[in-house]
């Protein structure tokens, strides 16, 4: 009789019950479904990201081959419409020199089908192959004429259908000739077909689906594997979608006409020097069909899954049966053998506890136990037993506890691990180890996680350090008069508690422009400039490259590989390498006044640097503010002291000359007083 049949169905294990089996085939079954779909739809959008940007590095390339096929067109026309014996033939407009020289140099660069040369005014007075048709024709209505003539420099003209032998796309390349006074004596130029520069592009290889197109400024095709353009000035379809307002290493999706709207994703790129556009397009059936056989994959994969899974819930449903009566037995005899085992260990430990057996004479240790706790810190499963503690914590190998255990195992004397740090693929922690070994033989490994104690030290530590740099920038507010000493401190300060090599801090002025307020000793002596022309240089600065995105971008930046940084504009000659960046910016009521630099972190910059910058640059910010306050009251008591010199002045000025005018009048008063008494007098005698 089974044990099936000896209980009732309540008593039954839960993985025995038919119910229970097919809810978990169902919740599989659905589980599959939506990872299935889940996986697929991922899988598209990665192909098609990956996919994209492969086109737009291959626009970027294709754009690169054009810049320089046409730079070294450029640079060999030039440097033959500066040849003196040219210059002279030129000038002298002698034909048979000058041919002689137009067959030099497409005898150089036969690509060049057709060579000419006009006087400054358009007019053509010498071509190779010979067309007399042409000869005294004047061609100043041309593209390329006026493109070359608005500032005499050599110029790339728009695509154009020549008129004379092959009918076909060409574009001009025009090259001034100018003496050795720098006066225009002609014009130099080179009709390049649309076909030579087709045999170029045909070289580059492309997948099923995607096509190549190279444009002029205007939109005309010059090259396309997709549309004829040999024979007529074609305008490329999605010019316009693709190349207006977007910038030139981005896709745009677009409706294909010719496949009935479907959309086709257009990736353009520039080609420097003569504003062309390199487009490669691909089809949104493209990129699917590359998933294809993903799809498949995915699909036989989780109906084998399910059907796995099926399968084994049957064999566990069966198993089940077997397996709880020999589960109270099993569980007896292990728990009587764990009693055994860790009796001496539980009295004298509480925390997490592992158990580990030497093999190969201690170069490696088998784990036998694990505790709760050790489990709960490691997030190690039940199947452990009799593995090597190298495939179980792969992490130990980096520490040293490894050779604790084999101390103690030989010597037989407890030890105490220091803290250390543990990581792996699955977990990170600090803990605390002591090692002692049993009786038998094993050695035991009882620890705590310290993680929290560890990271609130660390936090109390920088804080502490981030408090104290604070406090010693507004003691330097207090008792320094200048914005500049502010700075110093502040940069000063900046560098000790991010361990940066050198650093900047700088305000942007009323132009816009960036002026460096402070900038650190290390970064001066590691500079290769003088002071005198680094001083000029770092004021008045356009604010551009990789310290520009923080002004412009009005946030932080961490950058530990500038070399890749797409923004960078390169360093100045004489600066030092840079290595890692990190920029604040200074906000003041809600606007961007200037920033704070760093650079050259050994190992790079994190956040927890950034978070310490960002609030010293608020603590800056402020102590700016309490500096420049106290300038406008110490200048506001500096004229307060002025205008009361001034009135006290003027104030005695006025009472001298009242008591002059009152010095009159009492003089004028005797006077009159002294006339009287002698006409008094006079009158007496009289009578």
């Not at 049966?321 to 009295?347: I, M, P, V, Y």
């Not at 009786?439 to 104690?453: H, I, K, L, M, Q």
């Amino acid at each position: 009789m089974t044990p099936e049949k000896n209980m009732q169905p309540h008593e039954f294990p839960w993985l025995a019950n038919r119910r229970n089996i097919l809810r978990l085939a169902l919740g599989f079954f659905l589980l599959i479904v939506a990872g299935s779909l889940f996986l697929s739809y991922r899988h598209c959008q990665d192909v098609k990201d990956r996919v994209l940007r492969n086109d737009r590095e291959s626009a970027q390339l294709i754009s690169l081959i054009m810049e320089s096929y046409l730079g070294d067109i450029r640079s060999t026309m030039e440097s033959y419409a500066n040849r003196p014996l040219l210059i002279q033939a030129v000038r002298r407009k002698n034909v048979a020199e000058a041919r002689q020289h137009l067959a030099n140099l497409n005898l150089l660069n036969p690509s060049m089908d057709r060579l000419l040369i006009t006087d400054p005014a358009g007019t053509l007075w010498v071509n190779l192959p010979h067309l007399p048709d042409v000869v005294e024709k004047n061609f100043a209505f041309r593209d390329w004429y006026r493109g070359v003539s608005r500032e005499w420099k050599p110029y790339i003209g728009e695509a154009v259908l020549r008129v004379t032998a092959e009918k076909d796309t060409a574009v001009h390349i025009a090259v001034p000739v100018a003496d050795e006074k720098g006066n225009i004596v002609g014009i130099l130029l080179n009709t390049l077909r649309a076909v030579e520069i087709g045999k170029i592009l045909r070289r580059v290889p492309l997948e099923e689906g995607l096509s190549v197109s190279l444009t002029d400024r205007r939109g005309t095709l010059i090259y396309s594997s997709r549309y004829a353009y040999e024979k007529a000035l074609l305008r490329y379809p999605f010019f316009d979608a693709a190349a207006k307002g977007t910038p030139t290493d981005s896709t745009v999706a677009v409706p294909d006409p010719d496949a009935g709207g479907a959309a086709r994703y257009i990736s353009g790129a520039t080609v420097a020097g003569a504003g062309w556009r390199a487009f490669v397009g691909r089809s949104r059936h493209a990129i699917l069909a590359q998933s294809s056989g993903y799809f498949i994959q995915i699909a036989t994969i989780s109906l084998l899954l399910l059907l796995c899974i099926v399968l084994l819930l049957m064999y566990i449903r069966k198993r089940a049966l077997a397996q709880f009566a020999l589960d109270a037995l099993q569980a007896e005899k292990d728990l009587l053998d764990s009693r055994l085992r860790f009796s001496e260990l539980f009295n004298h430990l509480h925390s997490g506890v592992a158990v580990y057996r030497p093999v190969d004479g201690g170069k490696d240790f088998l784990l036998l136990e694990l505790n709760a706790a050790a489990r709960r810190i490691t997030k190690v499963d039940r199947n452990f037993k009799d593995q090597s503690v190298y495939d179980v914590y792969p992490g130990l190998a980096k520490t040293t506890l490894l050779e604790t255990f084999q101390r103690v195992w030989q010597t037989g004397k407890a030890e105490e691990h220091p803290t250390f740090y543990y990581s792996d693929d699955r977990q990170a922690f600090w803990a605390d180890n002591y090692v002692f070994k049993l009786p038998a033989g094993e050695v035991v490994s009882v620890f705590d996680d310290v993680t929290e104690r560890k990271q609130a030290e660390d936090r109390i530590a920088r804080q502490t350090r981030l408090l104290t740099a604070i406090n010693r920038l507004f003691a330097e507010t207090l008792k320094s008069d200048s914005s500049e000493a502010v700075a110093r401190t502040c940069l000063a300060v900046a560098r000790e508690i991010t361990s940066s090599a050198f650093g900047f801090i700088g305000e942007v002025n009323s132009a816009g422009l960036f002026n460096t307020t402070s900038i650190s000793n290390p970064g001066w002596e590691a500079c290769a400039l003088k002071k005198s022309e680094a001083a000029v240089t770092l004021n008045n600065m356009t604010v551009r490259g990789i310290w520009g995105q923080v002004i412009l971008q009005e946030h932080a930046f961490i950058i530990n590989n500038p070399e890749s940084f797409p923004k960078r504009v390169g360093l100045p000659e004489g600066h030092p390498p840079l290595t890692s960046f990190l920029g604040v910016p200074l906000s003041d009521q809600g606007q961007t006044i200037g920033m704070i630099a760093l650079a050259n972190r050994e190992g790079g910059y994190t956040d927890e640097q950034r978070e310490d910058l960002e609030a010293l640059a608020v603590s800056f910010v402020e102590a700016m503010r309490r500096n420049q306050a106290e300038e406008k009251v110490k200048n506001m008591y500096q004229e307060l002291e002025k205008r009361v010199i001034e009135r006290t002045e003027a104030l005695a000025a006025k009472t001298a000359e009242l008591e002059r005018i009152n010095r009159v009048f009492v003089d004028r008063e005797l006077k009159m007083r002294e006339l009287k008494a002698q006409i008094a007098e006079r009158e007496k005698h009289s009578s």
